[in-house]
């Protein structure tokens, strides 16, 4: 198993950038393909990013594509968001996943973080 805390979440307003971070420890870090979820209120939880191990592929949705960047280093992978939107607001979920190889993969992830809470106002 490997342990995720996630941080870096805050109060915004639209437009600003946030960068999440995810501190992995335990197995060994490159085992894992990493990503973002996010949940908001009232909604189904949602993938906003993917990086593979080597860190030389990444996938995201539509809905975030050309703002948000991930990337991963040691230990840690990060969420650089840009332009941010009041529709960003959510809880923001670090996951890691030992089996997958499908950066598009919504299932199938074994290790979570706690959460970090991100509003954006307009």
């Known amino acids: 198993q490997v342990q995720l805390v996630d941080s870096g979440g805050g109060l915004v307003q639209a437009g600003d950038s946030l960068r999440l971070s995810c501190a992995a420890s335990g197995r060994t870090f490159s085992d894992y393909l990493m990503g973002w979820f996010r949940q908001a209120p009232g909604k189904e939880r949602e993938l906003v990013a993917t990086?593979?191990?080597?860190?030389?592929s990444t996938y995201y949705p539509d809905s975030v594509k050309g703002r948000f960047t991930i990337s991963r280093a040691r230990n840690t992978v990060t969420l650089q968001m840009n332009s941010l939107k009041p529709e960003d607001t959510a809880v923001y979920y670090c996951?890691?996943?030992?089996?997958?190889?499908?950066?598009?993969?919504?299932?199938?992830?074994?290790?979570w973080g706690q959460g970090t809470q991100v509003t954006v106002s307009s």
């Open positions: 990086i593979s191990r080597t860190g030389r």
């Open positions: 996951a890691a996943s030992s089996t997958l190889e499908v950066l598009t993969a919504t299932e199938g992830y074994d290790n």
